[in-house]
């Protein structure tokens, strides 16, 4: 089924000036979300997955860094092209974040009713402060925080991780945002309140038909909450598709990897497979011509080497960055004896 885009990020730069030089942290990455769609953005830390969802809502601090090129059109509208009055409009609004550290997102010296309730007023989503009052009380109870009337009261250093997180992804639903980025949502939360909180966001989701672009390590969630994935290496997209074709058949040697590494108590026999190497820092990247994952890769070749690929459609929905994505194909249908 077709989807009206409703984000559409087409080749997004963000670079930062540092001391030791330029650093390209987002380097010409496209995707699109569709109404109520969810899409998971992968990889491994240093990949370039939260300063891609900083960059969307044009969060990422100038200095040092800036979005030097591309679009971000959210329902039309160019938030790269935006005023910064009219992008705080949006922010929280149209479009929401729970990121991924709670202690330093929060005011640390603002109470969480009024951390909360301005937020709703601040967007007139309600008509006075008792009626924001309410709501901002009924969202504690949906994101599972016991007692909310006495946490409400409380100020971010008197919560545990677990409860500031709950805090983050109540201010983020209040809005019912048309556009959520959930950076790393459940990272601090028990395996419990985790299905509570992935169940009230495909709750949202399905009522309100927005958009999700959700940043995470944990596959488990990947494969429970993302409609498509999209893997990122070293700055780059390396691999999108259906989530049930990226989990079944993955076609770019890192993702692969990805997939062999994470546990799973059915068929592990042994210890987990492991990527070797790691991550390129941002300064060697500027050593690299060819493929920016060849020194970790089993099917690296002198073209490898020398010649970076392009991202190509090898099926329905699966485009991959790799000279040797028929190779890996291959590789796993022969493992499993699909002929």
Known sequence: MTMKPLLEVEDLETHFMTRSGLIKAVDGVSFHIGEGETLALVGESGSGKSVTALSVLRLVPD???KIVGG????????LTAMS?????????????????EPLTALNPILSVRHQLTEAMLRHDMAPDRKAAHRTVLHMLKQVGIPDPEDRMTAYPHQLSGGMRQRVMIAMALLAEPRLLIADEPTTA?????????????RQMREATGAAVLMITHDLAVVAEMA???????????????????????????????????????ATQRGQLAAIRGVVPTPTALRGIVGCRFADRCDWVTDQ???EEPELESIGEGQVVRCWHAQEVLDSQQTRSGVQ
Not at 71 to 78: N, Q
Not at 87 to 100: C, L, Y
Not at 227 to 256: C, I, K, N, Q
């Open 63 to 65: 200095p040092p860094g």
């Open 71 to 78: 679009r971000i059109v959210l329902e039309g509208d160019d």
């Open 84 to 100: 910064q009055a009219k992008i705080e409009d949006v922010r929280g609004n149209r479009a929401s974040m729970i990121f991924q």
């Open 189 to 201: 939360l028990d395996v419990t309140i985790q299905a509570q909180i992935l169940e009230l966001m």
């Open 227 to 265: 409609d498509r994935v999209a893997v990122m290496y070293a700055g780059r997209l390396v691999e999108s598709a259906p989530v049930r074709t990226l989990f079944a058949l993955p076609a770019h040697p890192y993702t692969l990897g990805l997939k062999r590494s994470t546990p799973n108590l």
């Open 304 to 306: 490898c080497r020398e």
